[in-house]
């Protein structure tokens, strides 16, 4: 069966950092691509960042860019995304997903989502 | 903010058919990527709903179904049932913002 279970949340001051963390299990995590999408209290969802089975190719949507850091350790089927220079608008439900592989653009299994909030 | 459109809401009485639009433009579903769709119940995690604009993942009841055509795609659920009340989103992928997967602005369905 496959599972994404995501950890790390919690509350960070405007400014501050933060690293999720998902784990992978049920399946063989170095084969696919794996993404971060989040969604605000009340809102819709966001895709975050993208990352190659191997990380050779990682995007970023334009608002997080240069702020956070996706990435991955295979060897102990993990997903991160460290977070800084935070901001109020990053409150959100971070949920890691997977993307079947080529090319498919799309989220077959999600994890149960990591609650970020930013606030002073 | 999303770059495909959905309206907002749709309503319908238990058996109805409803449908949901999902529109796009030249960069995205009518550069020829593919729709994809996703049902979110309240409290929960999205989930995969149609893959591949009309595909059905294993145990996704066929009342769902998916479309395309040009620059937008539809979802519509038909024999509408209680438990389809939920927020559902498209998901596609945009050329014009690199490596940008995009999703609609999503839908509440409210079965009265």
């Known amino acids: 069966e496959v599972q994404l279970v995501e950890s790390g949340g919690g509350l960070v001051k405007p400014g501050g950092s933060l690293r999720l963390s998902c784990a992978a299990s049920?399946?063989?995590?170095?084969?696919?691509?794996m993404n971060w999408v989040r969604q605000a209290p009340g809102k819709g969802l966001e895709w975050v960042s993208s990352?190659?089975?191997?990380?050779?190719?990682?995007y970023y949507a334009d608002s997080v860019k240069g702020r956070f850091t996706i990435s991955r350790d295979n060897a102990k089927n993990s997903l991160y995304l460290q977070m800084n220079s935070l901001r109020a608008e990053d409150t959100a439900v971070y949920y890691c997903?997977?993307?079947?592989?080529?090319?498919?653009?799309?989220?077959?299994?999600w994890g149960q989502g990591t609650l970020v909030t930013v606030s002073s | 903010q999303s770059v495909l459109t959905q309206p907002p809401s749709v309503s319908g009485a238990p058996g109805q058919r409803v449908t949901i639009s999902c529109t796009g433009s030249?960069?995205?579903?009518?550069?020829?990527?593919?729709v994809h769709w996703y049902q979110q119940l309240p409290g929960t995690a999205p989930k995969l709903l149609i893959y591949g604009n009309s595909n059905r993942p294993s145990g996704v009841p066929d009342r769902f179904s998916g479309s395309k055509s040009g620059t937008s795609a539809s979802l519509a659920i038909t024999g509408l049932q209680a438990e389809d009340e939920a927020d559902y989103y498209c998901q596609s992928y945009d050329s014009s913002l690199s490596g940008s997967r995009v999703f609609g602005t999503g839908t509440k369905v409210t079965v009265l």
């Open positions: 990352i190659s089975s191997s990380s050779s190719y990682i």
């Open positions: 049920g399946f063989t995590f170095s084969s696919y691509s």
């Open positions: 997903a997977r993307e079947p592989p080529g090319g498919s653009y799309y989220f077959d299994y």
């Open positions: 030249s960069s995205n579903i009518g550069a020829g990527y593919d």
